[in-house]
Structure formats: C-alpha cells, structure tokens
C-alpha cells in the first residue's frame, strides 16, 4: 500500500462564492417580506392571533385564517411574483444583502427600489407591529446613531436577516479601517 504524496501549494485559494468587495457586488443573502407588508395582512394576522376559546386546536383565529384564504392568496401573489401588475401596483417585493449594501427591489428585472450602504448604520432595531407577530415578522430599522437611516418593512424572521446584516456591516466597515490605515 502506498501513501499519495501532497505536494503544499504555493498559492492561496479563495474561498467559495466570496469576492473583493472592490472587484464586485456579491450577494450574501435574499429574503422576502411576509404578508404583513400589507395593511390587510396585518388586519388579518390580528385576527389569526385570536386565541380564544382556547380548545385544544380549536381557536376562532384558526377559523378566520382558514376562511380567509381567499383574502390572503392574492396578497401572497402580489408580494411575491414580479409579473403581476394590479391596479398600477407591480408587485415582486425581495430584501437583497449585498458585500456593500442592503437593497429592496421590485419587479419584473427586480429594479433597485431604495438601498443602504453598509457603512451607514451601526445598528439594526426589530420593530414588530400590530399584525406582524403572527407572520413571525417584523420591521428592520437601521439606524447611524439616533438617526433612522432606511427601514425594510414587514422581514419574515427578522433576526436571522438583522444579524448576517450586522456581520457584512462589521466586515464592511472593517476593510474600509484597515485600508484607510494601510494607505497612511
């Protein structure tokens, strides 16, 4: 039995799907809003959190939730596929993290509605309004200090998103540290 010999490299392989922030902009993370985005889809996630009577798993908002389907499909639809224009609304809502930015785009060619760079805010505040506890989702509130710079309304499990947000910001800005340090 012979042992295959390993040569060491003298080069240094990158790392997969990661890119110099300078070079390109590179996804990190995409998610989508949940039905909360909408005003009737807080309404609705209100009367889903009914528990009342509380009867094993029989409660007045599953019996609303369950009648309302016909209600909350469409606005399902209207926040996820780009393709469907209703009444002027062009619907296709994504949250996009980026190594240098968070974007919200929409659409059809998913157009860049608003964004933030990653160096303007320090924290990310959950804000969960009426209706949204339901969905399990809530508004991401950036903030540079006192001031809110950009806000990513009704996230679908904000915690997960608000901390890989806050992992890129601290990368970011930490590049951008050392190579102001690096060119003194």
């Known amino acids: 039995m012979t042992a295959l010999a390993v040569e060491p490299t003298e080069t240094i392989q990158p790392i997969a799907g990661v890119s110099p ?3 390109q902009e590179t996804t990190i993370m995409v998610t989508w809003p949940s039905n909360s985005l909408f005003l ?3 309404i609705l996630g209100d009367m889903y959190a009914i528990r009342f009577p509380d009867i094993y798993f029989f409660r007045l908002g599953n019996l609303i939730a369950l009648l309302s389907i016909p209600l909350a499909l469409p606005l399902y639809f209207l ?3 780009p393709a469907i224009p209703f009444l002027g609304f ?3 809502y994504r949250y996009r993290l980026t190594n240098r930015r968070v974007l919200v785009e929409r659409g059809l060619a998913w157009k860049v509605e608003k964004h933030v760079d990653l160096d303007r805010f320090d924290s990310i505040e959950i804000e969960v309004r009426s209706g949204q506890a339901w969905y399990t989702s ?3 509130v950036f903030k540079l ?3 809110e710079t950009f806000r990513l309304e009704a996230v679908s499990y904000p915690a997960p998103f608000r901390s890989t947000c ?3 910001h601290l990368g970011y800005v930490g590049v951008q540290k050392a190579n102001a340090k690096q060119k003194r």
């Open 79 to 81: 926040k996820v596929l």
């Open 145 to 147: 200090g006192n001031t």
């Open 138 to 140: 809530g508004d991401l």
């Open 166 to 168: 806050m992992k890129a």
């Open 21 to 23: 922030a300078e070079s």
């Open 40 to 42: 009737l889809g807080r």
């Open 90 to 92: 062009e619907g296709g």
